[in-house]
Each structure stands twice: as structure tokens, then as C-alpha cells.
């Protein structure tokens, strides 16, 4: 997920809040995380992908730090699994405790500047992504690698991002990166995305 500074420093300001560190846990590279709908995880160091849970679509790569399962109560099951990328370090903490130390520490402007960024990046994730033919929703994907972090881009294969992130077939997504390469509209060296230059499909 993109990370602009009020959303880091919301971060960074609630994270503070719950680490007593003697709850965190070890999550290790490559391992999934699955946790119930009364739980919150928050995440403190490492790489992750966010999982949609009934098909492992790729809904997002981040680095720590991140809030993960903010749900409403009463929701069937969290929607993502988390994948540790490199060794994560997280806490799980319950609905009710977590809301009750928001209370209590007065951190609701945090709360509305974090759920807002979260809010934002799915509208923009399903403006990109949803309802297009194959080649605009590859474009969509691009792009969406290109808001994440410049360590997580710089290490990702462009293709396998787009396949994962979409679930179009590889033979359909290299034929539109070919496309879009052809045109200049993008940049690869290597399987890794340099620079967009532009995107015909996007606005």
C-alpha cells in the first residue's frame, strides 16, 4: 500500500501504543498468517503480501509498518491471509482491546487518517483493476506496482505481480507488457519495472 507521511505517522502513533514488547511474534519468510475476525494484526518489521483468503489473489505488497483485519465485527471471516515476505515480527490483539486503548489514548484522529489512506487505496485499486479488458487491467497493475514502496518495486518481477494481482493468464499479461514496451509507455530491465512513461489506458 502506498505511504504517505500522515499515514506513517498515524502508524507509527497506534503501533506505539500496543507495543509492551513481550506479545510480539515471529512470523518466518514465506510462512501464512490466518487470523479470525475478533482479532487485529499489527505488523512492526518485515516484507508481507496480503492474500485475498479464498483464492491467494494478491490484493497488495507492503513492508511493515501495517494494521491488518479492520473489519466490522460480526463479519463472517477476514477477507486477506497475510504472507511473510522476509521474517515479520506482529501482534494479534483483539477487537475489543483495540478499540478500547484508541479510547483511552484519544488516538481517533489517527484512526480516521489510517482507515481513510486504507479506504482511498481500494477505491483506486478497484478504479485500475475492475470491469476493463485484459490490457487495461494489465496497465492497472503496473501502476499499482508503481505506488508501492521503491524496495518492494525495485525486487518484484513485473509479470508475476500482474498475473498474481489479477489472475489473467501469463500468456495474456506478457503479450500486453510486449504491447506497452513496444509503444515506450513502459520501462523493464531485467523483470523488474523501471519507469512508466505513460499508460494509453489510464487517466
Avoid at 478500547?100 to 482511498?120: D, E, F, K, N, V
Avoid at 497493475?141 to 489473467?168: M, W
Amino acid at each position: 500500500m502506498p505511504q504517505y507521511a500522515p499515514h506513517q505517522k498515524a502508524l507509527a502513533h497506534i503501533l506505539t501504543i500496543f507495543d509492551d514488547g513481550a506479545n510480539k511474534r515471529r512470523l518466518p519468510r514465506y510462512n501464512h498468517l490466518t487470523f479470525q475476525t475478533d482479532k487485529i494484526c499489527l505488523i512492526y518489521y518485515g516484507d508481507y503480501s496480503l492474500l485475498r483468503r479464498r483464492d491467494e489473489l494478491l490484493m497488495t505488497r507492503s513492508q511493515a509498518p501495517g494494521i491488518v483485519g479492520l473489519i466490522l465485527p460480526g463479519t463472517a471471516q477476514q477477507f486477506v491471509t497475510i504472507r511473510a515476505e522476509s521474517d515479520c515480527d506482529y501482534q494479534l490483539v483483539s477487537h475489543d482491546a483495540f478499540f478500547t486503548q484508541i479510547a483511552q489514548q484519544q488516538a481517533h484522529q489517527q484512526m480516521y487518517t489510517l482507515l481513510l489512506t486504507q479506504i482511498t487505496w481500494q477505491y483506486q485499486r478497484e478504479e485500475w483493476l475492475f470491469g476493463y479488458n485484459s490490457l487495461v487491467t494489465v496497465q492497472g497493475a503496473i501502476l499499482l506496482l508503481d505506488r508501492l514502496e521503491p524496495t518492494i518495486r525495485a525486487g518484484t518481477n513485473v509479470a508475476d505481480f500482474v498475473v498474481k494481482s489479477t489472475n489473467l493468464s501469463r500468456s495474456i499479461v506478457m503479450k500486453s507488457m510486449a504491447f506497452l514496451r513496444q509503444q515506450n509507455a513502459i520501462e523493464i530491465n531485467k523483470g523488474k519495472l523501471i519507469r512508466i512513461n505513460y499508460l494509453p489506458d489510464i487517466r
